[in-house]
């Protein structure tokens, strides 16, 4: 038969395998292992009100050795944490990566900065989460910290980060995520949407519509970044709360401007991804205070007869798609900033002289073979270039590429108020003999900085040599070899018996 303690519970075992004893008597294993299990109790009580104790004092040691919180008073310390959390504001996704975690990590060092961290509501203005399809386990415990999350931020204009993680089509409980997340972006909007600065959301259609469409947002909204997953299609109006949203920076992704209705007339910098030449066009005459433009993946044009593209406060355009049906359409007679890819020289010659813009940046990216140096050399002497005072060529298989370079010293009214030139070319050929005159060129211009994609012939020594008088009598002028290992010029300096 089983003994007293044996039989507890234990109605499963075979009754071959149980423990026999006279009389139900606990047998000896038994008796001790009930004995251990009072000890390891006692032990665990013990070992809680130590661990208590200990970190009690060590909340007195920290105290009194730390020396931000001993010499500081806690507004300055605050502000420190401030800046340290917010020292990546102008880059989104350094944010995403780290400031998410920054007050947790600043309040786990110890009690005191704990106290200080939640305190302070500067830290706690940006939310970042991810929406997940296989997240309900987690659902209830992501609402409650990202309300405990906001609710340490006092009344100061709020910055939030929505994108998908993952979102399974298949997944049997799609449906019903959707109406969880739903709920819960709601409550989070219309608890606190009339803060909101920044919102930047990608969505599943599902739920950015139905949110969108009852979200309480205010005029204090200012960056409004919208993108659509490519599996999505976007067919709906995006719906405003009763309030005007009156955004400077638009940025939006496989969702056509017309489609989202909010007050254009206070945009200044906008971003598109995924668009066809016809919504890109439009887009100008939506937003007449539009300063900083960028067009990125723009497909082509579907219709034949497209008016011209006129816009008289653009200043800054970067384009990273085949861009000449645009350009050949296009006027911008203040743009000062041009960036381009996938676009003929004859073309930008064309937009230039048709602009009379005097720009000051100039970046270019020529991927054509049929391109020469000497139709680029055109572009550059135009006159509306001569106030170029950055110029950035990225150049492959163009052919005679040295009569760039030797143009400098032979004209010096060749772009006479450059102070950088940035000069990358994919191909191999470059030689130092091209680059010298371009060196020599800052005498009677103010070129400061000089970047070239280092020479073949740079690892001889007599050019080398070149290289470090130039820099030893210019200290001024920054003078750089791309995709050069730095240690590579330390190493021949030495080498030479150079400094």
Request: glycine share 2%; net charge negative; proline share 7%.
């Given at each position: 038969m089983l003994c007293d303690l044996c039989q507890a519970g234990r109605s499963d075992i075979p009754r071959d395998s149980a423990c026999e004893v006279v009389d139900g008597e606990p047998?000896?294993?038994?008796?001790?292992?009930?004995?251990?299990?009072?000890?390891?109790?006692?032990?665990?009580?013990?070992?809680?009100?130590?661990?208590?104790t200990r970190r009690i004092l060590q909340t007195a040691r920290n105290h009194i050795h730390d020396p931000i919180v001993n010499h500081?008073?806690?507004?300055?310390?605050?502000?420190?944490?401030?800046?340290?959390?917010?020292?990546?504001?102008?880059?989104?996704?350094?944010?995403?990566?780290?400031?998410?975690?920054?007050?947790?990590?600043?309040?786990?060092?110890?009690?005191?900065?704990?106290?200080?961290?939640?305190?302070?509501?500067?830290?706690?203005?940006?939310?970042?989460?991810s929406v997940d399809s296989n997240i309900k386990k987690n659902m209830v415990r992501e609402r409650e910290m990202s309300f405990q999350w906001l609710s340490?931020?006092?009344d100061l204009p709020l910055s939030l980060y929505m994108d998908r993680a993952r979102w399974e089509s298949s997944s049997p409980q799609r449906s019903q995520m959707a109406r969880s997340w739903v709920g819960f972006i709601q409550d989070l909007m219309n608890e606190f949407g009339n803060r909101?600065?920044?919102?930047?959301?990608?969505?599943?259609?599902?739920?950015?519509?139905?949110?969108?469409?009852?979200?309480?947002?205010?005029?204090?909204?200012?960056?409004?970044a919208i993108r659509i997953n490519y599996c999505d299609s976007a067919l709906e109006v995006f719906s405003l709360s009763t309030d005007t949203l009156e955004p400077e920076y638009v940025s939006l992704s496989r969702i056509e401007p017309r489609l989202v209705k909010i007050s254009w007339n206070n945009v200044t910098e906008l971003a598109l991804h995924e668009y066809t030449g016809d919504a890109c066009s439009d887009i100008f005459v939506y937003a007449p205070s539009l300063v900083s433009c960028q067009l990125r993946s723009i497909q082509p044009d579907s219709n034949q007869q497209l008016q011209s593209i006129t816009h008289?406060?653009?200043?800054?355009?970067?384009?990273?798609?085949?861009?000449?049906?645009?350009?050949?359409?296009?006027?911008?007679?203040?743009l000062k900033t041009l960036s381009m890819e996938y676009a003929a020289v004859s073309t930008m010659r064309d937009f230039v002289s048709r602009s009379c813009c005097n720009l000051k940046t100039l970046e270019v990216t020529l991927r054509f073979y049929k391109e020469t140096a000497n139709s680029l050399f055109e572009l550059l002497q135009e006159p509306y270039l001569h106030s170029l005072k950055s110029l950035n060529i990225n150049l492959r298989g163009l052919a005679n590429r040295e009569r760039i370079f030797s143009a400098f010293p032979e004209k010096p009214a060749f772009l006479p108020v450059l102070q950088s030139i940035t000069y990358n070319c994919w191909d191999q050929g470059l030689q130092f003999a091209w680059v010298l005159p371009l060196m020599l060129s800052t005498k009677f211009r103010p070129l400061s900085t000089i970047k070239i994609k280092h020479p073949d012939d740079i690892y001889e020594d007599e050019n080398l040599r070149h290289f470090f008088e130039f820099r030893r009598c210019n200290?001024?002028?920054?003078?750089?070899?791309?995709?050069?290992?730095?240690?590579?010029?330390?190493k021949q300096a030495k080498r030479l018996g150079l400094e």
């Open positions: 047998c000896d294993p038994c008796l001790k292992i009930t004995d251990l299990d009072i000890q390891i109790s006692n032990v665990e009580v013990i070992l809680k009100r130590l661990t208590d500081l008073p806690p507004e300055l310390i605050q502000r420190i944490f401030s800046l340290y959390a917010h020292s990546d504001d102008d880059d989104t996704s350094a944010y995403i990566q780290k400031e998410k975690f920054v007050p947790l990590v600043l309040g786990a060092i110890c009690k005191t900065w704990r106290e200080i961290a939640w305190n302070t509501p500067d830290l706690w203005t940006r939310l970042s989460f340490r931020t006092g909101f600065r920044v919102l930047d959301v990608e969505l599943p259609v599902k739920i950015f519509f139905p949110v969108m469409s009852k979200a309480r947002l205010s005029s204090q909204l200012k960056r409004l008289l406060q653009l200043r800054h355009l970067i384009i990273k798609s085949p861009a000449d049906n645009f350009l050949k359409r296009a006027t911008f007679p203040e200290p001024d002028i920054t003078l750089e070899f791309l995709d050069l290992d730095p240690d590579f010029i330390q």
